[in-house]
């Protein structure tokens, strides 16, 4: 996908009608609006460009934001031969010519730095491909993805090439965008203050969306300045960025999780508007709603879970849209439940120390005695009954013989673990004078 800030060209610029998006690309790195923590001074390609000294890159970041700009005029600064492919139209052949006309300029003392955008969309022997090239300086490599380079680059590429993430243009960056487009354009765009914000809400971030939609704007024929409820009739809303198997899906399900754990109902009830505004099925959503009443609330607040699976049901029962509702009612309760994980960590505690101890057998007091022989090999031999104890308990041993007690759940001071806590002290208190009464 080409991007936004492509530069300019060559000396065969079409004569014809230009689109705004090319008329106002930048033609030096000066001219980048944004990304100030990749091009500044200090930063990772200030620095580079200052020594002279480029490294291979992966630029990672959201579509719009000068991805490909950037590759070109580094080719520009550098003077190296740019050679631009897409990961979604290039196949082996087309890939071995390529690096074969590289080869060729390399000989002849001249550089390339090969642009591929989508480079995640290349599977791993395609990645692969690129390591000698890149090793004996035939190509100086800059990949473009908007997806988490952990997640789909080889492991190989990325130790041999520099990571930078480019983010999504801020209002500001995006006002400076459109203030260019008006310079450019000779006319200031026909709305009003609320109606400009709206406009750049509307690009989400993305700089190439905002002047495909100035351009819009631009054309229309109005007397005097349009407000926000006209611009919105006119012009259709952006669609969210939003991938439900990618780094939205993941970024956005953890900012709701993390809301509900920080007990931030408003901003809950935000994040999970957004998923469902993006497309996210709701079964997704209470499945996870249902996990964190069980990991970040548990018997502080035994009915979350209950809530949860009552909403899930209505869900399902209702159907879209008033089964949200439901859902959003659970968000609200969760966020605003006392909070506890100590049956999650006490069920992980438990769950190593089964996994060390491997197969030690229960203390043969507490095994059942159903045959002859099993009770002449002690089993079941001292058993204290429960029920038959002062108090109802009696303080046996119930770990392997051995084994140091294990101390799993530790309940913390809130909601109903208050009380749980409360009783899990009386039981230790009970347990040690029993076993005080046992040694005297």
């Known amino acids: 996908m080409a991007d936004l800030f492509d530069t300019a060209a060559s000396a065969d610029t079409p004569k014809g009608p230009r689109p705004l998006a090319d008329r106002l690309r930048p033609r030096t790195l000066s001219e980048v609006i944004?990304?100030?923590?990749?091009?500044?001074?200090?930063?990772?390609?200030?620095?580079?460009?200052?020594?002279?000294?480029?490294?291979?890159?992966?630029?990672?970041?959201?579509p719009g934001v000068g991805k490909t700009t950037i590759a070109r005029l580094l080719a520009r600064e550098t003077d190296l031969h740019f050679e631009q492919i897409s990961a979604i139209f290039t196949g082996v052949p087309e890939l071995r010519k390529v690096f074969e006309a590289a080869k060729l300029r390399h000989r002849n003392g001249k550089g390339t730095l090969l642009f591929?955008?989508?480079?995640?969309?290349?599977?791993?022997?395609?990645?692969?491909?690129?390591?000698p090239h890149m090793e004996d300086g035939t190509i100086l490599l800059v990949g473009a993805t908007t997806e988490n380079p952990s997640?789909?680059?080889?492991?190989?590429l990325l130790s041999r090439s520099q990571v930078l993430v480019l983010t999504r243009l801020t209002l500001a960056d995006l006002e400076r965008l459109a203030q260019r487009a008006e310079k450019e354009l000779g006319r200031a765009l026909p709305l009003d203050g609320p109606a400009r914000e709206a406009l750049l809400e509307m690009a989400d971030g993305d700089g190439r969306a905002l002047l495909n939609l100035i351009e819009q704007v631009a054309a229309w024929k109005v007397d005097g300045?349009?407000?926000?409820?006209?611009?919105?009739?006119?012009?259709?809303?952006?669609?969210?960025?939003?991938?439900?198997?990618?780094?939205?899906?993941?970024?956005?399900?953890?900012?709701?999780?993390?809301?509900?754990?920080g007990s931030d109902?408003?901003?809950?009830?935000?994040?999970?508007s957004r998923m469902l505004e993006g497309g996210e099925d709701p079964?997704?959503?209470?499945?996870?709603?249902?996990?964190?009443?069980?990991?970040?609330?548990?018997?502080?607040?035994?009915?979350?879970q209950t809530i949860c699976l009552h909403a899930w049901e209505t869900y399902e029962r209702?159907?879209?849209?008033?089964?949200?509702?439901?859902?959003?009612?659970?968000?609200?309760?969760?966020?605003?439940?006392?909070k506890s994980n100590a049956g999650y960590v006490a069920y992980k505690a438990a769950r190593a120390a089964a996994k060390k101890t491997g197969s030690e057998p229960p203390p043969k007091h507490i095994l059942n005695a159903p045959t002859k022989l099993m009770e002449d090999q002690g089993y079941g031999a001292g058993y204290a009954y429960d029920h038959d104890a002062e108090d109802g308990f009696s303080g046996q041993n119930y770990f392997p013989d051995g084994m140091k007690r294990g101390v799993y759940y530790q309940p913390v001071d809130r909601?109903?673990?208050?009380?749980l806590k409360k009783r899990v002290d009386f039981f230790a208190g009970l347990r040690a004078k029993r076993q005080a009464k046992g040694r005297n």
């Not at 408003?266 to 994040?271: G, H, P």
């Open 34 to 62: 944004g990304q100030e923590q990749v091009l500044g001074p200090d930063a990772p390609l200030g620095v580079m460009l200052a020594s002279g000294s480029l490294s291979s890159l992966i630029f990672w970041g959201p």
């Open 116 to 131: 591929v955008d989508e480079i995640h969309r290349f599977n791993k022997a395609q990645q692969d491909g690129f390591l």
């Open 151 to 156: 997640f789909e680059l080889n492991a190989a």
């Open 225 to 261: 300045k349009l407000g926000p409820d006209a611009l919105t009739t006119r012009l259709m809303k952006r669609a969210a960025k939003y991938d439900k198997s990618g780094d939205e899906h993941y970024n956005l399900i953890s900012a709701l999780h993390k809301s509900v754990r």
């Open 265 to 272: 109902p408003d901003a809950a009830l935000y994040w999970f």
């Open 283 to 304: 079964r997704f959503l209470a499945r996870r709603l249902t996990r964190m009443a069980v990991e970040d609330i548990g018997l502080a607040d035994p009915q979350a």
């Open 318 to 338: 209702l159907g879209s849209p008033e089964g949200e509702l439901a859902l959003a009612q659970a968000v609200t309760y969760l966020a605003l439940a006392p």
């Open 415 to 419: 909601g109903f673990e208050r009380d």
